[in-house]
């Protein structure tokens, strides 16, 4: 059960209170909190997509990896683990890098 109400306040700002589960809103604060951002910000962000694009899109379902992408991490974590692994201190250092890996094929 959701009611609104707007009223207009000093510098082109409005209120809009609605109603929502206790609950909901605790974890929405938790999830802003992680976020670093206030819930008014998150709403407002939504809001201004809302308006700009003039569609949402809300998804019931998990998102999980595709096995194919679970084996890479395990892979990727397994290398990594052994050392096998290059680290750059600079991004042109990386792309060197890679040229002269494209280079060799």
């Known amino acids: 059960m959701y009611s609104y109400c707007i009223s207009f306040v000093y510098m082109n700002t409005a209120v809009i209170n609605i109603r929502t589960e206790a609950r909901l809103k605790n ?55 052994k050392g096998n692994y290059y680290s750059f201190a600079e991004p042109q250092k990386a792309l060197e890098f890679l040229d002269k890996m494209i280079k060799r094929k």
């Open 27 to 81: 974890q929405l604060q938790q999830l802003a909190e992680e976020m670093g951002l206030s819930i008014s910000s998150l709403i407002n962000s939504f809001i201004k997509q809302l308006v700009r694009t003039k569609r949402y899109e809300i998804s019931a379902i998990k998102e999980e990896p595709s096995p194919y992408l679970i084996r890479c991490i395990k892979e990727a974590e397994e290398d990594y683990k």
